[in-house]
């Protein structure tokens, strides 16, 4: 038998599990479908996100930056603690148990908002009479027919393979077997200097690896800021103690008993690279595997993204997608308010994603986010701007942290001050760029933030200090 829902969504990530609540606050009759199943071979909702993305990863990161501290910089304040040593499987289940809380309140808020949940691969399967077939495969191989007056299509993506590096996840892995090694590898090689490579890099290195990134680019994280870029590659290297190759083809990964034996070329010509352990992190490509768009004719772009327009819509009317399998950045909360605004178009609202003002964090230590222009963007666009830089050294909280490195940078027009662009190397600078993001998109000023009241002492006195900066007239520096 058929179940009929107003609205059907595939996938149950950030993209598809806030969709979905969305679309049942507003009155929608839900399902969701998901296919995850985690290491306990149970169902975990939230897709790449919640099971093996940001969460667990930022929870690896803060626990590895707390054995750093402990190991380094606690002497300073006076906190003695004896011999340090490490329990990584205690490390391990700390994240898993946040990861089980979070997937859990997935599952909790589905029945909250009444939305059904089925467990199984999605598939189309043609045209319905009002609206679309969707038929769910449970694991153990049962048939379930929905019917969705919408679809929403939020399958994420995963992780780009590269011939020269098949990932085993024993010895070479994606994500899933970065955030999961048992013992901390003597020498780890990761292959991309990305975001993943550098969160992952630092976790494993900061736990007692030789961590070695390989990354085909000559430039160094060309997305961010080219200051940002420049002082980040130097904090990473020489106080982090990551070697980061830049210009670095790998050509061939060969097992050699209990280790790997990385072959690759740069500007030096052929190079090897010994290591016990390969991260391979070099970007990731939509999910559509098996979802038979072709039944009801919605195609994909020459990358394999599902085509959509500004509005999430496809070229079916009733079809939308949402989050990683469409264009844009890869980025939860960019999957998360896509879902909302498909969810309240749906229902007759009006509603979009802002991707001008979409910020960027990297989890390293110190952190960089940003948003808005970069100033070589800028520059390339032939924008009149200032720009105006505080250091975090110069601020009191930030020396009670101890965490004096990096800078906020704001760039601003030249003509009216309009801020374009506000680029953070800093501690806790995924919690500081959002008041830069309210600044982009309530269209203001520096002389707006300028004359904006900031607590003190607060890191957030550095974004008033560089707002001060671009007119040339900071008061602590
Ligand atoms: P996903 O989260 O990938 O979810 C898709 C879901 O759909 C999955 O559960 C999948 O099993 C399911 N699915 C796929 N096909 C079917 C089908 N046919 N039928 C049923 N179910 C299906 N982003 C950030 O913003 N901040 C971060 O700190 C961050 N850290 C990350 C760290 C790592 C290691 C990784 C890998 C990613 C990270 N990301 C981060 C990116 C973020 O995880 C993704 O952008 C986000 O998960 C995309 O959400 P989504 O809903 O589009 O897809
Ligand atoms: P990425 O695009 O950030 O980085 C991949 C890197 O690999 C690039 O620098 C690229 O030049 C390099 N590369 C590509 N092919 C290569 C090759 N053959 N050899 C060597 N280097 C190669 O991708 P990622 O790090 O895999 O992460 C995937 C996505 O997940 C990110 O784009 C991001 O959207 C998301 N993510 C976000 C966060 C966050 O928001 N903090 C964290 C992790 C992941």
């Not at 072709?294 to 989050?323: K, L, Q, Y």
């Not at 222009?373 to 390339?380: G, I, P, Y």
Request: with cysteine.
């Amino acid at each position: 038998m058929t179940q009929a829902f107003d609205v059907v969504v595939i996938g149950g990530g950030p993209g598809g599990y806030i969709g979905a609540i969305r679309a049942a606050q507003l009155g929608l009759s839900v399902a969701c479908v998901d296919a995850w199943t985690n290491a306990k071979n149970k169902p975990s909702l939230g897709g790449t996100c919640l099971n093996v993305g940001c969460i667990p990863s930022k929870a690896l990161l803060e626990s590895s930056e707390n054995y750093e501290r402990a190991g380094h910089h606690f002497a300073e304040h006076g906190v003695m603690v004896g011999q340090l040593s490490l329990d990584l499987p205690q490390m391990l289940a700390r994240k898993d148990r946040i990861v089980d809380q979070l997937t859990g309140g997935v599952a909790y808020l589905f029945k909250k908002h009444k939305v059904t949940s089925f467990h199984g691969h999605g598939r189309f399967d043609g045209s319905a009479e009002d609206g679309f077939r969707v038929v769910v495969s449970s694991p153990k191989g049962e048939e379930t027919v929905l019917q969705g007056r919408h679809v929403i299509i939020a399958t994420g993506s995963v992780p780009r393979p590269i011939p020269a590096a098949p990932v085993d996840n024993e010895f070479i892995l994606d994500n899933v077997g970065a955030l999961s090694m048992t013992a901390v590898p003597k020498r780890l090689g990761v292959i991309g200097a990305g975001v993943i490579g550098l969160e992952m890099g630092s976790v494993w290195k900061r736990l007692g690896s030789e961590v070695t990134l390989l990354e085909a680019l000559d430039a160094f994280l060309p997305a961010a800021d080219e200051q940002v870029s420049r002082e980040a590659l130097r904090m990473l290297t020489k106080d982090q103690g990551l070697d980061i190759r830049l210009g670095a083809k790998v050509t061939q990964v060969a097992r050699k008993g209990k280790a790997l034996k990385v072959t690759y070329s740069d500007a030096h010509g052929e190079q090897v690279l010994d290591v016990d352990r390969l991260i391979v992190a070099v970007g990731r490509v939509p999910n559509t595997e098996g979802l038979q768009l072709e039944s009801v004719g919605v195609p994909c772009d020459a990358r394999g993204f599902i085509e959509v327009d500004g509005h999430c819509r496809t070229a079916v009317p009733g079809i939308w997608a949402v989050g990683d399998a469409v264009r844009g950045p890869m980025l939860a909360h960019k999957a998360e308010e896509e879902g909302v605004a498909v969810a309240e178009q749906i229902a007759g609202q009006q509603s979009h994603v802002d991707f001008n003002t979409i910020p960027w964090v990297i989890y390293t230590a110190p952190e960089m986010a940003w948003v808005g222009q970069t100033e070589q963007q800028l520059r390339a666009q032939g924008v009149d701007y200032r720009t105006g830089v505080f250091p975090f050294a110069a601020n009191g909280r930030a020396k009670s942290l101890g965490e004096t490195r990096g800078f906020v940078k704001i760039l601003a027009d030249r003509q009216t001050d309009r801020m374009l662009g506000v680029h953070i190397l800093g501690p806790f600078a995924s919690e500081l760029i959002t008041e830069a993001v309210v600044a982009l998109e309530f269209h203001a000023s520096s002389e707006d933030i300028a004359r904006i009241v900031h607590a003190h002492p607060a890191l957030s006195e550095v974004f008033h200090e560089a707002a001060l900066a671009v007119d040339g007239r900071s008061l602590n520096m």
